[in-house]
């Protein structure tokens, strides 16, 4: 095998960088599309997050509608 030339090297170095080029390039596709998943589900949870604490308002505001009942009952 003959030695190789200095076009040779730097055309093999080309090739390597455009593959890690190519890897980073996909790698970071796939981390987009993470981020967009994770994006979605936050609005899920953030949509959820806010029925509950509505729930806990309307339940809040029952538990005091029966204590102010009782205390009408008792006195």
Known sequence: ??????LEKLDQKIDLLLQKCAN???ENDVMRSEIAALKVDKELKETEIEKL?????????EIEEIVNK????LG
């Open 24 to 26: 980073l390039q996909q």
């Open 1 to 6: 095998m003959e030695p190789q030339t200095v």
């Open 53 to 61: 604490t509505e729930e806990n308002t309307l339940k809040d505001m």
């Open 70 to 73: 009782i205390e009408s009952i």
